[in-house]
């Protein structure tokens, strides 16, 4: 790299749901942000729902993108588990949450979410400034005290702090010198909305079978975003076959709940692949969403995760700031590894084992559905789940209560 030509405060690199989300973050804050993000260029639409939780809808509410969607997130008002295919004739769903006043979590389309992120960017209209840099960043380190970012064009850029979005194959996090720890799942998710024949009641449904956990998400009407973890084997041929192949065999896997399943999008599949990283920053350049952690889809808390490390990295940027110290100051590293190292591992490591557990054990899943899990639902393990899936158990932070702290 040669010289510097322009000093930056806070680069934000990537343009997913996490980077724009972040830039949001903390241009509501009161900081000036340079966001780094190409435009998206030939890449398919992204067919996937996002559940939102109880903490992450008050977040989103407050950072004004709630507003901007034009169809409200789908409330869910109940879920149920059941273990291995439906039993004919019977109801199994084993494990059951409802709650009639306050929704357990919101469902939103991607793409919908990502356009009401892009809105809300585009419509700020407070003290702090917003520059997209439509164009990605070949190489980001240390220099001194500040980070280093070179662009696509050759343009030099100094930074006071990198927040590096760049998604599950992080180039960022490859240049900072930070392996993540894998946990391969041998599985793919196959992603496609779905018409139920039967009202979905606002249910959200999960069955795990013996190839990985089946779960359909209440979208709007008699609709449903569906996400099939299985076999790569599995997920290739269910990918190919024909969309009246296909029908015939989700309603076979997921049961008779909601009548004949029948495909209203193309379908696509995501290899899943779950990791997390040992460290978040190098220096002034710190990680955050997938880049940081990429979980299994069954418990939908992925973008969870993201929100809540935006929520507390950006609530340390500030305490750091009502110190006297800039966002650059590494106490700010300290306190986010803190505060999110532990959540990550547990949610990681939860979702890994639970799928690893239930996915390839039928006996297992067998006498869990005889006893286990018939326990499980009155336990106080239940609660806890409940509570960390509406609130985020760990993540305190007060844009997770719906206070913006500028
Ligand atoms: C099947 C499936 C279902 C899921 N369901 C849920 C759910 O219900 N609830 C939930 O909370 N989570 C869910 N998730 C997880 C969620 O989708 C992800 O956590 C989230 O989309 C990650 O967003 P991101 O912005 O961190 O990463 P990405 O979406 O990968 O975005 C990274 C961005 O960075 C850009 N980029 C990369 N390199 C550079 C560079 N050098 N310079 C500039 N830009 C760069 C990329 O082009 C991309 O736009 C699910 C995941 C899967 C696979």
């Given at each position: 790299m040669t010289a510097a030509t322009h000093t930056l405060p806070i680069a934000v690199i990537g343009g997913g749901l996490t980077g724009k989300m972040m830039a949001l973050t903390l241009l509501q804050s009161g900081y000036d942000v340079?966001?780094?993000?190409?435009?998206?260029?030939?890449?398919?639409?992204?067919?996937r729902s996002t559940t939102i939780h109880a903490g992450g809808y008050q977040m989103?509410?407050?950072?004004?993108?709630?507003?901007?969607l034009a169809t409200p997130p789908i409330?869910?008002?109940?879920?149920?588990v059941a273990m291995g295919r439906e039993k004919k004739g019977q109801s199994d769903w084993l494990l059951h949450w409802s709650e009639a006043e306050t929704p357990l979590a919101y469902v939103v389309m991607n793409e919908a979410l990502d356009g009401a992120l892009d809105t809300a960017l585009a419509s700020f209209t407070g003290e702090a400034d917003f520059t997209h840099h439509r164009t990605a960043i070949t190489a980001c380190e240390m220099a001194g005290e500040e980070a280093q970012l070179c662009d696509e064009d050759g343009t030099i850029y100094?930074?006071?702090?990198?927040?590096?979005?760049?998604?599950a194959k992080s180039s960022i996090r490859a240049m900072m010198g930070i392996t993540p720890r894998a946990l391969p799942t041998g599985q793919s998710a196959i992603i496609a909305n779905i018409a139920c024949q039967l009202p979905h009641d606002n249910r959200a449904c999960q069955r795990f079978l013996d190839t990985g956990p089946l779960a359909l998400m209440p979208l709007a009407g008699q609709e449903a975003s569906l996400v099939w973890s299985t076999t790569r084997a599995d997920a290739a041929y269910l990918l190919n076959m024909s969309d009246d192949e296909f029908n015939t065999a989700l309603t076979k896997a997921f049961g008779l709940e909601?009548?004949?399943?029948?495909?209203?999008?193309?379908?696509?599949?995501?290899?899943l692949t779950p990791q997390f990283v040992p460290r978040y920053s190098t220096g002034v350049i710190t990680l955050a969403g997938d880049a940081a952690h990429s979980i299994h889809p069954l418990a939908g808390m992925g973008y969870n995760l993201a929100l809540a490390d935006a929520a507390i990295l950006?609530?340390?940027?500030?305490?750091?700031?009502?110190?006297?110290?800039?966002?650059?100051?590494?106490?700010?590293?300290?306190?986010?590894?803190?505060?999110?190292?532990?959540?990550?591992?547990?949610?990681?490591?939860?979702?890994?084992?639970?799928?690893?557990?239930?996915?390839?054990?039928?006996?297992?899943?067998?006498?869990?559905?005889?006893?286990?899990?018939?326990?499980?639902?009155?336990?106080?393990?239940?609660?806890?789940?409940?509570?960390a899936a509406m609130t985020g158990q760990l993540a305190k932070a007060p844009l997770f209560a719906g206070k913006l702290s500028a």
């Open positions: 340079h966001l780094f993000a190409p435009d998206p260029s030939s890449r398919p639409a992204d067919g989103l509410s407050v950072l004004g993108v709630i507003e901007q409330p869910i008002s109940q879920i149920s100094k930074a006071q702090r990198v927040i590096a979005c760049d998604g909601f009548g004949a399943l029948s495909l209203t999008t193309a379908r696509a599949s995501f290899p950006v609530s340390e940027i500030i305490s750091a700031k009502q110190r006297g110290l800039g966002p650059y100051h590494l106490s700010i590293n300290q306190r986010y590894q803190a505060l999110r190292q532990p959540e990550i591992i547990a949610l990681t490591a939860a979702t890994s084992g639970l799928n690893r557990l239930l996915s390839r054990s039928p006996s297992l899943l067998q006498s869990l559905s005889a006893t286990g899990m018939i326990l499980l639902n009155k336990s106080p393990l239940k609660s806890y789940i409940s509570k």
